[in-house]
T-cell receptor
Framework: GIQVEQSPPDLILQEGANSTLRCNFSDSVNNLQWFHQNPWGQLINLFYIPSGTKQNGRLSATTVATERYSLLYISSSQTTDSGVYFCAVEGFSGGYNKLIFGAGTRLAVHP | DAGVTQSPTHLIKTRGQHVTLRCSPISGHKSVSWYQQVLGQGPQFIFQYYEKEERGRGNFPDRFSARQFPNYSSELNVNALLLGDSALYLC???????????FGNGTRLTVT
């Protein structure tokens, strides 16, 4: 099946710093989504980005489908950015199209 | 508009019991999917339903089943609960078969 690898697994930042999170996937995918899970467990959809670049405020994402990776950029980080960032790809595995999550990048932003 | 709603929020069950988890999608969304998230891991796909038909199934035993109702709400049923079924169960909806997923706050199931 499709493998999704995220790096780094853990990241500690000072407020105001910038960061880049990476997601590599092992096969062709139909789409790719980035999520933020806050400390209370709520999963928020950040981007639906099968290819190209999108921006939403301080966050932006780029997916290069032909090279099987996606990047999530966080600029001027704030303490509220803390949590786990998941990349999820939709691909054909086990006879079905399914959304497969990576293990996540755990981000802590300190004041 | 209300987001994806799940009930109950927390549940404690004993090994061998049965549990039913419920999910109401965002109004107008026709696809519902279920995920299991154990501590420290990413969500794992269990089922997807679109227009009341099963469209996908993950690597879970037959003790797990689900259905989608005419109003697009959904139930996840787990029989013969095991300790390893303890997890956060997440429901997500999307407008169509595919597209951005929107998650509910989850049901935290503890099996003792």
């Amino acid at each position: 099946g499709i493998q999704v690898e995220q790096s780094p697994p853990d990241l500690i930042l000072q407020e105001g710093a910038n960061s880049t999170l990476r997601c590599n996937f092992s096969d062709s995918v139909n789409n790719l989504q980035w999520f933020h899970q806050n400390p209370w467990g709520q999963l928020i959809n950040l981007f639906y980005i099968p290819s190209g670049t999108k921006q939403n405020g301080r966050l932006s994402a780029t997916t290069v489908a032909t090279e099987r990776y996606s990047l999530l950029y966080i600029s001027s980080s704030q303490t509220t950015d803390s949590g786990v960032y998941f990349c999820a790809v939709e691909g054909f595995s086990g006879g079905y199209n399914k959304l497969i999550f990576g293990a996540g990048t755990r981000l802590a932003v300190h004041p | 508009d209300a987001g994806v709603t799940q009930s109950p929020t927390h549940l404690i069950k004993t090994r061998g019991q049965h549990v039913t988890l419920r999910c109401s999608p965002i109004s107008g969304h026709k696809s519902v999917s279920w995920y299991q998230q154990v501590l420290g891991q990413g969500p794992q796909f269990i089922f997807q339903y679109y227009e009341k038909e099963e469209r996908g199934r993950g690597n879970f035993p037959d003790r797990f089943s689900a259905r989608q109702f005419p109003n697009y709400s959904s139930e996840l049923n787990v029989n013969a609960l095991l300790l390893g079924d303890s997890a956060l169960y997440l429901c997500a909806s999307s407008l169509d078969d595919g597209g951005p997923l929107h998650f509910g706050n989850g049901t935290r199931l503890t099996v003792t």
